[in-house]
């Protein structure tokens, strides 16, 4: 079953850009989606997380922040094929 991972994100970020790049690509062949999300968007969004950007998540589940964590990411794909 496809799953959407959300990446917490902004304009201009670099950071965002990469894990966003990483992300896609190792996400690529697996059936889910990778929905961004500009934190700038939604002030509610933008006073939880400020300027602690990038964010991955599986609903409410952090994966990783500010860089890929790139076991944590494998884990996640092995346990949601």
Same mark, same amino acid.
């Given at each position: 079953? &496809?799953? @959407?991972? @959300?990446?917490? @994100?902004? *304009? +201009?970020?670099?950071?965002?850009?990469?894990?966003? *790049? !990483? #992300? +896609?690509?190792? @996400?690529?062949? &697996? %059936?889910?989606?990778?929905?961004? #999300? /500009? #934190? /700038? *968007?939604?002030? &509610?969004?933008?006073?939880?997380? %400020?300027? /602690? #950007?990038?964010?991955?998540? /599986? %609903? +409410?589940? !952090?994966?990783?922040?500010?860089?890929? $964590?790139?076991?944590?990411?494998? !884990?996640?794909?092995?346990? $949601?094929?």
């Amino acid at each position: 079953m &496809s799953k @959407t991972l @959300t990446l917490y @994100t902004r *304009a +201009g970020c670099p950071l965002c850009e990469e894990m966003a *790049a !990483e #992300v +896609g690509a190792l @996400t690529a062949n &697996s %059936g889910h989606r990778l929905a961004p #999300v /500009d #934190v /700038d *968007a939604d002030p &509610s969004l933008k006073a939880r997380f %400020g300027w /602690d #950007v990038p964010l991955l998540f /599986d %609903g +409410g589940t !952090e994966i990783c922040r500010h860089q890929l $964590n790139l076991p944590a990411l494998q !884990e996640w794909l092995r346990l $949601n094929p």
